[in-house]
């Protein structure tokens, strides 16, 4: 009983919080592979027919990231690459990408 | 012939700057941003965590985004209502005006 009281309070902070589980920046960064070889190419381009530049996702909002698998995998975002690639993410896998992908700081409108 | 020769070094030119894709007026979608910066901020920088950065991001990722809420390939039924009457140059204009601030990376 103790047990699962110890280990149902996490889960209500967790809930508490509304709190997506916090993903593993550096787990994530293991986790790349089948990413980089759109995203982490400057100007890399969707195929045909319809082509444009696959979206930048270093300093993008960990929540939006996941969200974003999410609805890959669930096919209700509809592109048939990452869906593929989605299919295969746990969430822990998913919440460890956003959180590696997210992972700089961007919360300043600081002029480059 | 000449003309025809001029055309195509005007065409080639454009394909070789990629400058086929047209172009937005970022002043004119600074403009139009205003009804985005409620979540996505006023220079692109979300103020929400489940609302995503558009500043930096590439433009025709964004005309690409804003088309499919458009057609109803994506669905999200805040965007659907907020895209609904965009025209294709509000499309173009936000979508520069965006990418032209700064946040997002390529990130390997």
Known sequence: MQSLRILLLPAAIAAAFGAHAAGDAAAGKNKVFQCQGCHGIADWKTAFPEVYRVPKLGGQKPAYISAALKAYKSGEREFATMRAIAADLSDKDIEDLAAYYGAEAVNTAEKK | ?108
């Open chain 2, 1 to 108: 012939m000449m003309k025809t020769r001029i055309l195509l070094s005007a065409a080639l030119f454009a394909f070789a700057t990629g400058a086929f894709a047209a172009s937005g007026d970022s002043e004119a979608g600074k403009k139009k941003s205003a009804p985005c910066a409620a979540c996505h901020g006023e220079n692109g920088i979300s103020v929400s965590p489940e609302f995503p950065n558009l500043a930096g991001q590439y433009p025709d990722y964004i005309e690409a985004a804003l088309k499919h809420y458009q057609n109803g390939k994506r669905k999200n039924p805040i965007m659907a209502a907020q895209v609904k009457d965009l025209s294709p140059k509000d499309i173009l204009d936000l979508a520069a005006y965006f990418s032209k601030q700064h946040a997002l990376s390529v990130k390997h």
